[in-house]
């Protein structure tokens, strides 16, 4: 049979060209078209069109321009709030400070009896430090009444180093290698903001490695608006001051959204999705003495949502997941290690309530659960002094992930279902957990202790409406313009809230704090308000251009999927046709 010209369909192809075999094999559908092309001139080659906006964004730009605009919104928190007035901000300084001058360990570890005078209840740990991070000035704005950050004396120059007690001393020490380095170069007042600046990067980098993830773990790019609902105007706080519980939370949001992708992934997946992976889980494990258990439920998490335990097989017969593995492995027994060496546990203290039984200890926790789930999502400052979003703001950021949840409940298959009822019952014990505790320590825990297995809630039920194909792209476009427009606004009424609490201190009309105030910050107030206007802005058009956007099917994705016809199908329906 000679050449002659035939038409065939193929999805989103267009071209022209000839056809030399015959007709009907590899299932292709196709027919004879006329052609008045003379057989010496030359033939178009084939271009994919575009999907959709934004198709065409490939995984590095989106990382890059997700960590740019995730850290210029984290750095403007950062320098806009005064030293020290984040949770537990000065002990975990002192830490970094200590940690990069060597101090692995402790110097002195002061254990403190208990009535018995046999039991050891709690423990204090000494560091030395430089002076001016053993010492800081910030009792004024972590006990009410709620004042102005104007009432704390500025951080001194005093570098010589003492002894001093810290209640982070027994923490992990990879976060405080990693931020405490500025304590080396600059006084302590610049450090401590370079410190922010250092955190707000890593925790840009691991989140928008997370977004990468969570646009290649579905093609409707629905998971990125769960993502989008995981990072809570707290997140962001926390990711703007010292504290490692913003790199537990959003390594917790990667390593779920990097193991969602390879679950989707058939065949051999990327070697970037497993570096993600195995990284942010890494990172997840060393955090805080608690990320161990944080790892695990997200792990689980991950095995109850994978529908074909022969992708589980191929990724644990691949020789970079193994050596992955062993990676991880290192990371968790180092984390082990530290464990049972430092007992971090045992500088835990709250307000001991003896002779409390079980059942009464649940009903407290209970009672308190809706304060624990408003900490998660906006409660900013010390928790004895604090200033919180508006209960309606609260109220609508818990309705936009309650209807991902119910929608998943919805369309998604029963595993599926399974999988996500499991993420609300996981947050739920694991914040009422502190029962176990509350007759030696009382109740000390606080929802932002909660949030690194909380973001699976969002994500997970995002994922599952992306994946179920039940939800058409014009329903889930409408449903992610609203939801991430909305989160938006409140994550830029977030920041007028935090910046009232420091410049004003009482409670006032929001945007008081530009008009008066006896606090300042570094940069006039309104510019500081207009960039953080135009970051989280561009942030939200970000996040909305991702979750909109038809996206290609990830490199392995199996016959069938996106649009794609499996082997042996007819593809005539295509509005789309090559002809070759």
């Not at 970094?96 to 002195?108: H, K, P, S, Y």
């Not at 020490?173 to 610049?190: D, E, M, Q």
């Not at 977030?494 to 606090?519: F, H, K, N, T």
Request: hydrophobic share 50%; proline share 8%.
């Amino acid at each position: 049979m000679g050449q002659r010209p035939y038409q065939w369909a193929l999805p989103t192809l267009t071209g022209t060209g000839t056809l030399n075999s015959t007709p009907g094999q590899d299932g292709l559908a196709w027919r004879e078209v006329p052609t008045t092309m003379p057989p010496s001139a030359p033939t178009s080659t084939p271009h994919p069109a575009r999907a959709g906006f934004g198709s065409r964004l490939d995984d590095r730009r989106v990382w890059w321009v997700s960590f740019l605009l995730l850290g210029a919104l984290g750095a403007i928190w950062a320098l806009s709030m005064p030293p020290l007035v984040g949770p537990d901000e000065p002990a975990h300084a002192g830490k970094a400070a200590a940690v990069v001058r060597g101090e692995l360990t402790w110097v002195a570890r002061e254990d403190i009896l208990g009535t018995s005078d046999r039991e050891v209840t709690r423990s204090e740990i000494w560091l030395r430090m430089p002076r001016a991070y053993a010492e800081p000035d910030y009792a004024c704005i972590a006990l009410p009444p709620l004042r102005p950050a104007s009432c704390m004396s500025p951080v001194p120059r005093l570098t010589d180093e003492v002894e001093a007690i810290n209640s982070a001393g027994a923490y992990p020490p990879v976060f405080y290698a990693l931020v405490g380095w500025p304590s080396l170069l600059l006084p302590p007042s610049k450090a401590m903001y370079l410190m922010r600046l250092v955190n707000v990067a890593l925790c840009s980098a691991l989140l928008a490695s997370a977004l990468v993830a969570a646009r290649r773990a579905d093609a409707s790019g629905t998971t990125i608006i769960g993502v989008a609902a995981a990072v809570t105007p707290m997140v962001v706080f926390l990711a703007a001051v010292i504290n490692p519980n913003a790199v537990e939370i959003v390594a917790a949001m990667c390593t779920l959204a990097a193991g969602l992708e390879l679950l989707r992934t058939e065949g051999r997946p990327s070697t970037r999705s497993i570096a993600r992976f195995f990284v942010a889980s890494s990172m997840l494990i060393l955090a805080r003495p608690l990320s161990m258990v944080m790892l695990l439920a997200i792990v689980a998490l991950l095995a109850l949502a994978a529908s074909s335990r022969a992708n589980l097989r191929t990724l644990a017969g691949d020789r970079r997941v193994q050596i992955g593995a062993v990676g991880l492995s290192v990371a968790a027994g180092f984390a082990a290690f530290w464990l049972a060496y430092a007992t971090p546990q045992r500088a835990l203290w709250g307000g001991p309530r003896p002779g409390i039984t079980l059942p009464e200890a649940l009903r407290e926790s209970v009672s308190m659960f809706p304060w624990r789930v408003r900490q998660m999502i906006g409660v900013f400052g010390w928790i004895d002094a604090h200033d919180a979003l508006p209960v309606w703001m609260i109220v609508w950021w818990l309705a936009v992930v309650g209807v991902l949840v119910v929608a998943a409940l919805v369309v998604g298959s029963a595993r599926q279902r399974l999988t996500v009822v499991a993420s609300v019952i996981g947050v739920i014990a694991l914040t009422l957990s502190e029962i176990t505790q509350a007759e030696r320590i009382g109740f000390v825990w606080q929802g932002r202790y909660s949030l690194p297995v909380a973001i699976a809630v969002p994500i997970l039920a995002a994922w599952v409406i992306g994946t179920s194909g039940r939800i058409g792209w014009r329903q889930a476009r409408g449903m992610g313009a609203l939801a991430i427009g909305s989160l938006t606004v409140i994550m830029l009424f977030s920041y007028v809230v935090v910046m009232r609490r420091y410049v004003i201190g009482a409670p006032s009309p929001y945007l008081d704090y530009l008009l008066e105030g006896d606090w300042e910050p570094k940069l006039p107030k309104h510019l500081l308000l207009a960039l953080a206007t135009l970051a989280t802005t561009a942030l939200g058009l970000w996040l909305g251009t991702l979750a909109l956007a038809r996206q290609h099917p990830p490199a392995g994705a199996g016959p069938g999927e996106e649009g794609i016809p499996a082997a042996g199908t007819s593809a005539v329906s295509s509005s789309a046709s090559l002809t070759v």
